[in-house]
């Protein structure tokens, strides 16, 4: 540990970006996927109309 390079403003500032892009693309996978097992549960089921 003789030397730390801290990343630069810009490294920190896209990496930032992506963390919430993947955040927001996994946060709508997971609802979309919850969506659909959710309908098809409740169609095998018979529940619901």
Same mark, same amino acid.
């Given at each position: 540990?003789?030397?730390?390079?801290?990343?630069?403003?810009?490294?920190? &500032?896209?990496? #930032? /970006?992506?963390? *919430? %892009?993947?955040? &927001?693309?996994? #946060? /709508?996978?997971? *609802? %979309?996927?919850?969506?659909?097992?959710?309908?098809?549960?409740? %169609?095998?089921?018979?529940?619901?109309?």
């Amino acid at each position: 540990m003789s030397k730390v390079t801290w990343p630069t403003r810009r490294e920190t &500032t896209i990496t #930032t /970006v992506m963390v *919430f %892009l993947m955040v &927001t693309f996994a #946060t /709508v996978f997971f *609802f %979309l996927a919850d969506q659909i097992m959710s309908q098809g549960v409740a %169609l095998l089921l018979g529940i619901g109309g």
